[in-house]
């Protein structure tokens, strides 16, 4: 039997989602309490990796167990064994056909910036922050030259294992409310780092470090070394991931 989970998380005081040898990641703990659930060792697979210090809204993972429970046991009764910044938002059950990565059809990122000269205490972990003032009308033209199909190696992490660095950037939306600049990506997929160096590269632009045809001449070169520096993981949230309707998934809205 193969289920479907939505994870909401606060990745704060995780080492990032994938497993590793110390435990302290989001994988970990959710594999722990699925595991006393079912009775039996689980293994789940999610739709994208989210690094240190980055949340997620709604991360899609699916598992295989032999083991019948109600719907209810893989929510609540997950939960209850989860820490209290991680929590199974909904389950359903899938053909054996889904796969909660190579089934997703689009991934979509917010990124949450509080643009003002001191930082907040009250969001510390939970936004990025920028001190200078920036121009959100000429982020917003920058943003224009990023969209569609291009070479995003530019934006890519050194580290990063993805096969092509081509990727199909749909939205990069921007709008500000008060001194928070919110920023929403969604793409085909994304590269490691991606989407931080993306909003570097925006705020380098917003504060007037370069225009915003120099954004357009970053993704043309193609090095890394060529972009702004890598954005905090604070303000990063993994928001939602798209599939095909016909697997029937109980998805969160925005």
Known sequence: MRIVLGVEYDGSEFNGWQSQPDGRTVQDHIQQALSRIA????????????DTGVHALEQVIHFD??????????VRGV??????????????????EFHARFSAQARSYRYVLINRPVRSAVHHGKTGWFHAPLDVHVMRE???HLLGEHDFSAFRA????AKSPVKNLAQLDIR?????IFFDLTANAFLHHMVR???????YVGKGKHPAL????????????????????DGLYLRRIEYDPKWGLPQMGE
Request: hydrophobic share 40%; charged share 15%.
């Open 39 to 50: 009775c039996e060792p689980i293994t789940v697979i999610a739709a994208g990796r989210t």
């Open 65 to 74: 167990t032999g083991t019948e429970r109600p719907l209810s046991a893989w």
């Open 79 to 96: 939960n209850a064994l989860l820490p209290r910044s991680v929590a199974v938002q909904w389950a359903h059950p899938v053909a054996d």
């Open 142 to 144: 920058a943003a224009q």
């Open 158 to 161: 050194t580290e990063c294992q």
């Open 176 to 180: 500000q409310q008060g001194d928070t």
């Open 197 to 203: 160096n993306i909003v570097g590269g925006l705020v």
């Open 214 to 233: 120099w954004l357009k001449e970053v993704l043309e070169m193609r090095q890394r070394s060529q972009a702004a520096p890598t954005f905090a993981p």
